[in-house]
């Protein structure tokens, strides 16, 4: 069982910045493949940023290209999202996912075996 708690979400202006962390329990954490996802009331969730477990490998959804960074500390289990420049269109709730056994970093909702509660994220304008 991998429990994910993430932190670091609040209310910031547009063009502000946040960090959010994501700690994560387990002692094979530098295994997992760990993503970022968002959920928007009344939207689906969706992908955000990946990364490999050795940190080498990101991939990230078209829209935080050039203004969000996932970045890992194996040696804290733990794992974050750097957020600049941010829009109105980024609030939402944001989750740490783990995946389990993964080789590669991947966008699949299904693929992430285990999820944090959520932090709210709110961008005004």
């Known amino acids: 069982q991998v429990q994910l708690v993430e932190s670091g979400g609040g209310l910031v202006q547009a063009g502000g910045s946040l960090r959010l962390s994501c700690a994560a329990s387990?002692?094979?954490?530098?295994?997992?493949?760990m993503g970022w996802f968002r959920q928007a009331p009344g939207k689906e969730r969706e992908f955000v940023a990946a990364i490999s477990w050795s940190g080498g490998s990101t991939y990230y959804t078209d829209s935080v290209k050039g203004r969000f960074t996932i970045s890992r500390d194996n040696a804290k289990n733990t794992v974050y999202l750097q957020m600049n420049s941010l829009k109105p269109e980024d609030t939402a709730v944001y989750y740490c996912?783990?995946?389990?056994?993964?080789?590669?970093?991947?966008?699949?909702?299904?693929?992430?075996?285990?999820w944090g509660q959520g932090t709210q994220v709110t961008v005004s304008s």
């Open positions: 387990g002692r094979r954490f530098s295994t997992y493949i």
């Open positions: 996912a783990a995946s389990i056994g993964g080789l590669r970093v991947t966008s699949r909702k299904d693929e992430y075996n285990y």
